[in-house]
């Protein structure tokens, strides 16, 4: 058999973010505005018979070896695409390899997307194979499919990241008890969409974090009712509704202010989320001539959102390269999950 490869697109979030998680949604209802870019997750996988496993991660430098399905053990490595492998459970021997154009901990779901991404191409073999059941999943079923696999390894995540990698585009995002998941795709016009690209910078801090630590943090101050936390988080969710309606509308002159908004809301949520080197790189950006930035995903590193001000990428650029990080050149997704057989 040919190769089949897979890719599925990474996000940014504009507002939302760990609203979507099950301790808040399943009270109050989670609410996230985001857009899959084209930094993506691949994958290939090479099918044969025996029943042997190799998972090869090249971000990570990991690899897996196991003589079938049930010698896969969860020990820290890999386990996200071991779970994948597992909830699948084709008979086939399978030769997987990942890459991921995004940094590790970046803040953009880029283990979310990879774990999408060999969903799909399992999904594809499962189709094309002579198994019981054949029926294809989804890009939804996928998406829930990937956010279940993580639940049930005990990361405490949400949702989001999954649904942006399988539908890509630009989502209102809503999330309620009982894990339903409301999808509302934004149809943006070109002038719009080529307004967002011409002054949105993704800047990579270079301080990788784990967000499952910083969920859990902030979740539990939630949980406990801490009054700062549950007000902060709130007007997370309130902010994401007021970007909804305003991209809606399609008038931007509002759009940085809602950014700033959900920056100041989200470094009140815990300890950390927004660190010294963030802060001290949304203050460069801003004398630059930026109008506002964002946390991308749960914070305490990875990337952070750049609004500019009407022609002033060019000096925002130089002022951000003059930190440790790095600016992630990227482009809005519309397509979502793709799966094709390599020729």
């Known amino acids: 058999m040919n190769k089949i490869r897979s890719r599925a697109p990474t996000r940014i979030d504009f507002a939302g973010g760990t609203t979507d998680l099950a301790a808040f949604r399943n009270r109050e209802g989670g609410a996230v505005v985001s857009a899959a870019i084209g930094r993506y ?32 053990e969860y020990d820290g490595n890999l386990d996200l695409l071991k779970g994948a492998v597992k909830a699948l459970d084709l008979p086939e021997s399978l030769d997987i390899y990942v890459h991921c154009d995004a940094p590790p901990g970046s803040g953009t779901g880029s ?8 969903i799909g191409l399992l999904n594809h073999l499962r189709i094309m194979g002579n198994h019981p059941d054949r029926m294809p999943l989804s890009r939804f079923e996928i998406a829930e499919l990937a956010c279940r696999i993580e639940q049930e390894l005990g990361i ?38 080529c307004e967002l690209s011409k002054r949105l910078i993704l800047y990579y801090t270079g301080q990788s974090r784990l967000s499952g630590e910083t969920n859990q943090r902030m979740i539990a101050a939630y949980e406990r009712g801490e009054p700062q936390v549950v007000e902060a988080l709130r007007q997370v969710k309130q902010t994401a509704q007021a970007i909804y309606r305003t991209l809606l509308s399609e008038n931007l002159e509002a759009f940085p202010d809602l950014l700033n908004q959900e920056w100041e809301a989200r470094r009140r949520l815990a300890p950390g989320v927004v660190t010294e080197q963030m802060e001290e790189i949304r203050e460069a950006a801003l004398r630059a001539g930026a109008l506002a930035t964002k946390v991308c995903g749960a914070g305490g590193g990875g990337c952070i959102l750049v609004y500019c001000d009407d022609d002033r990428e060019g000096p925002v650029r130089r002022a951000l390269n003059q930190n440790r990080g790095s600016v992630l050149d990227f482009n809005f997704d519309f397509t979502g999950l793709q799966v094709w057989q390599s020729r």
């Open 41 to 72: 997750a691949y994958c290939s996988l090479q099918a044969g018979e025996g029943g042997q496993i190799r998972i090869r991660a090249d971000d990570l430098q990991q690899f897996v070896q196991a003589a079938n399905i049930r010698e896969l």
């Open 111 to 118: 283990s979310a997307s990879v774990g999408v991404a060999l």
């Open 156 to 193: 405490v995540g949400g949702k989001q990241d999954q649904y942006a990698a399988a539908l890509g585009g630009f989502n209102y995002l809503q999330f309620f008890a009982e894990d339903r998941v409301a999808v509302e795709p934004l149809l943006l016009s070109t002038p719009v969409l």
